[in-house]
Nanobody
Framework: QVQLVESGGGLVQAGDSLRLSCAAS????????MGWFRQAPGKERELVAS????????YYTDSVKGRFTISRDNAKNTVYLQMNSLKPEDTAVYSC????????????????WGQGTQVTVSS
């Protein structure tokens, strides 16, 4: 069982930066690939970025490439999402997720989910 708690969301202006954090409970954090998802009102949830167990592999959806960076610190049981050059279309609830399966980094099949943190970008 893994419990995930996100933090770092807020209201920012276009062009600003935010760093989201996701703290995981448990002693086997390094055994899980991690992902950040977002869901905007009226839209389907989408995978924004994911990172492999070791941190050597990363995936980004096209709309955030070059602006967002996913990273993890296995010693701190935490995964991060650094978001730069934010745009109004990045406004959404961002959730982190964990999976133990060895699937492609682009998979949306995850086992555990956090509650989410709101990110609002004003124009």
């Amino acid at each position: 069982q893994v419990q995930l708690v996100e933090s770092g969301g807020g209201l920012v202006q276009a062009g600003d930066s935010l760093r989201l954090s996701c703290a995981a409970s448990g002693r086997t954090f390094s055994g899980y690939a991690m992902g950040w998802f977002r869901q905007a009102p009226g839209k389907e949830r989408e995978l924004v970025a994911s990172i492999s167990r070791t941190g050597n592999g990363r995936y980004y959806t096209d709309s955030v490439k070059g602006r967002f960076t996913i990273s993890r610190d296995n010693a701190k049981n935490t995964v991060y999402l650094q978001m730069n050059s934010l745009k109004p279309e990045d406004t959404a609830v961002y959730s982190c997720a964990a999976r133990s399966s060895s699937l492609l980094l682009s998979t949306t099949s995850y086992d555990y989910w956090g509650q989410g943190t709101q990110v609002t970008v004003s124009s």
